[in-house]
């Protein structure tokens, strides 16, 4: 069984990649599912498993940058795809590019707002990293756009498969809560661990109250009319 922690996490020695910085909350991000990418595998497909804070419902989820790395610290190059749609200015290999100011684009055709969120809609939007080999990830790194992002997810789902489509995943979906920012998912032979700088934010939290609000500032100004 993974072990669900927030942990203080260092890069493995003999690395050359960045150093993982711990964060304070004040409950462990939850790591639940049985995909553990220090098995080895060729595919890692990222699923958004949460809404985004955009009021728009055809909005869509932006990642900018993900890294990965073997334990001994060595960067893998990657090539990146996705079956959802996707803006031409915004492929899948914005999110592999090295350049955190750049970003994919998940797909306006599936509603991500946390207004029109469901269930339903996980998976919906999911970017698929090609290792070119069966490759012992240790260490994932995901950057969104940073505290206050409109189009950054709560939490997301890594699926581990050695072919596609992405229907031969082989475990079930790691989900973790993710940061706005910056998430570290550090993995070994016992289970995966997760930091986030900055800390876990509910990114739909108070959607609801902010949308009916703004509803009732609307209504208001047309009573006077």
């Known amino acids: 069984m993974l072990r669900v922690l927030l942990a203080t996490c260092v890069l493995p020695s003999g690395?050359?990649?960045?150093?993982?910085?711990s964060t304070s909350s004040t409950a462990p991000?939850?790591?639940?599912?049985?995909?553990n990418?220090?098995?080895g595998y060729r595919y890692i497909s990222i699923g958004a498993a949460g809404g985004i804070s955009s009021s728009s419902c055809s909005a869509s989820?932006?990642?900018?940058?993900?890294?990965?790395?073997?334990?001994?610290?060595r960067r893998l190059t990657m090539s990146a795809s996705?079956?959802?749609?996707?803006?031409?200015?915004?492929?899948?290999s914005k999110a592999v590019d090295g350049d955190t100011t750049?970003?994919?684009?998940?797909?306006?055709?599936?509603?991500?707002s946390c207004s029109c969120w469901d269930d339903s809609k996980k998976d919906g939007q999911m970017l698929t990293l090609d290792l070119g080999s069966k490759q012992e990830v240790t260490q994932l790194n995901l950057y969104q756009g940073g505290s206050?992002?409109?189009?950054?997810?709560?939490?997301?789902?890594?699926?581990?498969?050695?072919?596609?489509?992405?229907?031969?995943?082989?475990?079930?979906?790691?989900?973790?809560?993710v940061s706005a920012g910056?998430?570290?998912?550090?993995?070994?032979?016992?289970?995966?661990?997760?930091?986030?700088?900055?800390?876990?934010y509910d990114t739909c939290k108070g959607v609801g109250a902010k949308l009916a609000g703004g509803l009732a500032a609307v209504l208001a100004v047309l009573a006077l009319l």
């Open 15 to 21: 690395g050359d990649g960045p150093l993982v910085t």
């Open 29 to 35: 991000p939850a790591v639940n599912g049985t995909c």
């Open 37 to 39: 990418l220090a098995r």
């Open 61 to 73: 989820w932006d990642l900018h940058e993900v890294e990965a790395f073997t334990s001994n610290g």
């Open 82 to 92: 996705s079956i959802t749609g996707w803006d031409s200015g915004y492929p899948p």
């Open 102 to 112: 750049t970003f994919w684009a998940g797909d306006h055709d599936v509603g991500m």
């Open 148 to 177: 206050g992002n409109d189009w950054a997810v709560k939490r997301v789902r890594l699926h581990c498969h050695d072919a596609l489509p992405f229907s031969s995943s082989l475990d079930e979906p790691l989900e973790i809560d």
């Open 182 to 200: 910056v998430t570290f998912i550090v993995c070994s032979g016992q289970g995966c661990t997760t930091a986030l700088s900055p800390a876990y």
